[in-house]
């Protein structure tokens, strides 16, 4: 880290102070993807942080969201987890075909948060760092007009941008069918720049083939040119962390 960096840190830390909060037990990686967020001004950054603490409080009050509160969503089986990329990065992957539009948003933003959190842990080696990032795959192959759920997309983009700061590495989208393409226009108008640029359609054989390239053929399923098998989320047992 470089001293304009170093004292921007510092700021950031003087300020979440004066909005009443603290960074005691946040690592300088975790503040700083606050920074980065919200273009290198401590100001800012300090409010998204105090926001951050005081949503992660009152929506996820035991620090996790267990698998008790979500069974439905992962009964669907329409979420995976297949390890580290070669790059070192959890892969999460999204079967659009099995899902179905949420009637209880409440519990399908509790699910938003299951994933979310159990991916970007199962990035830890041991101990949290705080600048874990993840790849997210959506696979919308065999998908219907009942399966297409906008505000889901829209959800789980808009958490990851307010309170998963640059967590987010890349995403890639895979099978989009025609009708699609007016979903995918809807949601984009909810995303952060930062977060357009980071998210990949892949559209032809060669796409595809970076794809693979780029995430590893030991963690991708047969089906996407890997060697792995689909690992349900909830199949997925995390070691403890160390102190």
Not at 17 to 26: A, I, M, Y
Not at 46 to 64: D, E, I, N, T
Not at 168 to 191: D, G
């Amino acid at each position: 880290m470089d001293k304009d960096q170093q004292l921007k840190l510092t700021q950031m830390k003087i300020c979440v102070q004066k909005l009443g909060s603290s960074t005691e037990k946040c690592s300088d990686p975790t503040l700083e993807r606050f920074l980065i967020a919200r273009s290198m001004d401590p100001n800012k950054a300090a409010k998204m942080f105090v926001s951050w603490k005081k949503w992660r409080a009152s929506f996820v009050p035991l620090g996790f969201i267990p698998d008790s509160q979500v069974t439905d969503q992962l009964d669907a089986k329409k979420i995976f987890l297949q390890g580290l990329s070669k790059d070192g990065y959890p892969v999460l992957i999204v079967k659009g075909c099995n899902h179905y539009p949420a009637k209880d948003q409440p519990q399908f933003k509790k699910f938003v948060v299951h994933l979310l959190d159990k991916t970007v842990a199962s990035g830890f080696k041991g101990k949290e760092i705080g600048n874990e990032k993840l790849i997210g795959v959506l696979d919308l192959d065999q998908i219907g007009y009942k399966n297409v759920d906008a505000r889901a997309l829209i959800t789980g983009f808009q958490f990851l941008q307010a309170y998963y700061p640059e967590r987010l590495k890349k995403c890639y989208i895979l099978n989009m069918p025609w009708f699609f393409v007016s979903v995918w226009k809807l949601v984009s108008r909810f995303l952060e720049k930062a977060t357009l640029e980071k998210i990949v359609i892949v559209t032809n054989e060669e796409e595809k083939e970076q794809f693979v390239r780029e995430v590893g053929e030991d963690v991708l399923p047969e089906e996407y040119g890997g060697l792995a098998k689909f690992v349900p989320i909830q199949d997925v047992v995390l070691p403890p962390l160390e102190d």
